[in-house]
T-cell receptor, first 115, second 113 residues
C-alpha cells in the first residue's frame, strides 16, 4: 500500500514556463514533507521542505504548497531551466511518537525541460 | 567537504556471498539510514540509527544487518546475497532525528547473479 503517490511518471515542460509536480499521501500522521531532486548515477539532493503547520514554503524558484485537507502537495518551479531536468521525489516523515523515523518516498516524476 | 561517502560504487556478487557496503559521513550527524531503490520505485528504508550503538529496522530489513560503533560510520551487511537484493543502495545522514533533510551518498549499484 503506497502511502506517498506521485501519479505522473514523467512531465515535459518548455524552458521558461512553470513546472508543477504533484504528490498525494494517505497517511494522516505525516507531518513533514520534502522534495528531492535526483540526477542519473547520483544520490538524491534536498530541494525544499514544508512542515504540516504551514501551507506554503518558498525558496528562490521553488515553492511547495501543502493542502492538508486534500492530503496533497505540489512543487512549483518558476521559471523552469534546462538544469531542472531530473527525477523529483516527494517524501514524507511520520510523527508516531517514537522519535526518529525514516522517510517514505514516492516513485518519482521525471521532469524534462524542453528548450 | 566529503559529506556522505559510500564505497564501493559498483559491486557484482554471486548468490550466497556476503559483503559489506560502507558508509561514512563527516558532518557529525547523529542520524544515519540506508535505503534501496529499485526500478520504477521510490527509495525504501532498510535500517536506521539514531546514534552510536543504536539501530532499528525500517520497511525492508530482511537479509541485511547494520551496526553503528562510531558516529561517522554505518556499514550495511548482506549476510547471504540473493538476486532480489539487486538494487541501488543509498546511505543518508541527518543533522537531527526528525524534520530535517537527509544528505545522501552517491549510491552503490549492487548486482547479485
Amino acid at each position: 500500500d503506497q502511502q506517498v503517490k506521485q501519479n505522473s511518471p514523467s512531465l515535459s515542460v518548455q524552458e521558461g514556463r512553470i513546472s508543477i509536480l504533484n504528490c498525494d499521501y494517505t497517511n494522516s500522521m505525516f507531518d513533514y514533507f520534502l522534495w528531492y531532486k535526483k540526477y542519473p548515477a547520483e544520490g538524491p539532493t534536498f530541494l525544499i521542505s514544508i512542515s504540516s503547520i504551514k501551507d506554503k514554503n518558498e525558496d528562490g524558484r521553488f515553492t511547495v504548497f501543502l493542502n492538508k485537507s486534500a492530503k496533497h502537495l505540489s512543487l512549483h518551479i518558476v521559471p523552469s531551466q534546462p538544469g531542472d531536468s531530473a527525477v523529483y521525489f516527494c517524501a514524507a516523515s511520520e510523527d508516531d511518537g517514537g522519535g526518529a523515523d525514516g522517510l517514505t518516498f514516492g516513485k518519482g516524476t521525471h521532469l524534462i525541460i524542453q528548450p | 567537504n566529503a559529506g556522505v561517502t559510500q564505497t564501493p560504487k559498483f559491486q557484482v556478487l554471486k548468490t550466497g556471498q556476503s559483503m559489506t557496503l560502507q558508509c561514512a559521513q563527516d558532518m557529525n550527524h547523529e542520524y544515519m539510514s540506508w535505503y534501496r531503490q529499485d526500478p520504477g520505485m521510490g527509495l525504501r528504508l532498510i535500517h536506521y540509527s539514531v546514534g552510536a550503538g543504536i539501530t532499528d529496522q525500517g520497511e525492508v530489513p530482511n537479509g541485511y544487518n547494520v551496526s553503528r560503533s562510531t558516529t561517522e560510520d554505518f556499514p550495511l551487511r548482506l549476510l547471504s546475497a540473493a538476486p532480489s537484493q539487486t538494487s541501488v543502495y543509498f546511505c543518508a545522514s541527518n543533522p537531527g532525528w526528525r524534520n530535517t533533510e537527509a544528505f545522501f551518498g552517491q549510491g552503490t549499484r549492487l548486482t547479485v547473479v
